[in-house]
């Protein structure tokens, strides 16, 4: 399997610069207060990329942990936090979603931008979800977004190209994905060419397989996985009803009892 989110991880945050993790956050925090039985104290990400979350949230007063499987993600992660002064607690390495245990317990679990998408076989989501449950407090919320199967199959295209600037950073991303909608999986060949200052500095390739899902087979992998879900909508829109437009869907769960 080729690794991601290794080379990708230098350009991560020039590619995103421009999406809005604070209203993500306010998001997030909106949900907390809505779905979670208990106030949202201890908030654990388990795939918390280079930190766009979890360092703002951190900001407003939640105790973090955090964890993702690529520890060029984490290193980069911990550097921000690092440099805010933030006291996030890290796993050490490389942590798998479908392959962890907590001894400590948490209010929130979020896994933010598709990033269940990644774990592509669904033995593996399974263990993800219980582990995510086993580490949860009764009356505790799970939320993550997940790609759409009804947009993905409709309104996927085939090649990309698009610039990023970021101060003197440019990077041109080209992607060409093939869907394979028998196993509901997306396969993103994407090719980054990284400049400084105008000059060429790196070739960036890498191949992400992502997986997309209706809401009714993710809940029911939730359901399975001793979760009840709570409610779902497109991301960010509370409350609104979820069509096949819509590329992105929210999800919220919290542990059977
Ligand atoms: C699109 S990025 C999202 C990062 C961050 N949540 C954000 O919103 O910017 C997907 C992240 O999922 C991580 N990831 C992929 N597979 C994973 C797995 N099996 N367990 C934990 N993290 C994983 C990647 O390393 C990457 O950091």
């Known amino acids: 399997m080729p690794k991601t989110f290794v080379q990708y991880s230098k350009v991560y945050d020039i590619l995103y610069k421009d999406k809005d993790y604070d209203s993500e956050c306010a998001f997030l ?4 207060k809505k779905y979670s039985r208990r106030p949202v104290n201890d908030v654990l990400d388990v795939a918390c990329g280079t930190g766009n979350h979890i360092l703002p949230l951190a900001k407003c007063g939640f105790s973090i942990s955090a964890q993702d499987i690529s ?11 690092g440099k805010a002064k933030l006291n996030i607690k890290f796993s050490s390495g490389s942590r798998p979603m479908q392959d962890f245990r907590h001894d400590k317990k948490f209010d929130a679990v979020i896994a933010m931008f598709a990033s269940v998408g990644y ?4 033995q593996d989501l399974k263990r993800a979800f ?3 449950r086993n580490c949860l407090r009764e009356g505790g919320v799970f939320t993550f977004d997940f790609w759409n199967k009804d947009a993905v199959k409709k309104y996927f295209l085939p090649h ?3 610039v990023f600037i970021d101060g003197d950073s440019k990077v ?24 400084e200052g105008g000059k060429k500095k790196k070739a960036i390739n890498e191949l992400h397989r992502m997986k997309y899902y209706t809401q009714g087979e993710l809940s029911q ?31 919220v769960a919290t542990p059977k009892n």
């Open 29 to 32: 925090r909106r949900i907390f």
């Open 221 to 251: 992998i939730l359901e399975d996985s001793g979760f009840k879900v709570l409610d779902s909508f497109p991301f960010m829109r509370i409350g609104k009803i979820i069509t096949g437009k819509d590329w992105n869907i929210s999800i």
């Open 160 to 162: 990309k190209e698009k």
């Open 130 to 132: 219980v582990n995510i």
């Open 71 to 81: 520890c060029y993600m984490l290193k980069i992660a911990k550097y921000k936090a």
């Open 172 to 195: 041109c991303r080209v992607s060409d994905t093939v869907l394979d909608n028998r196993n509901s999986l997306a396969k993103i060949k994407y090719l980054c060419t990284y400049f």
């Open 119 to 122: 774990v592509t076989n669904h």
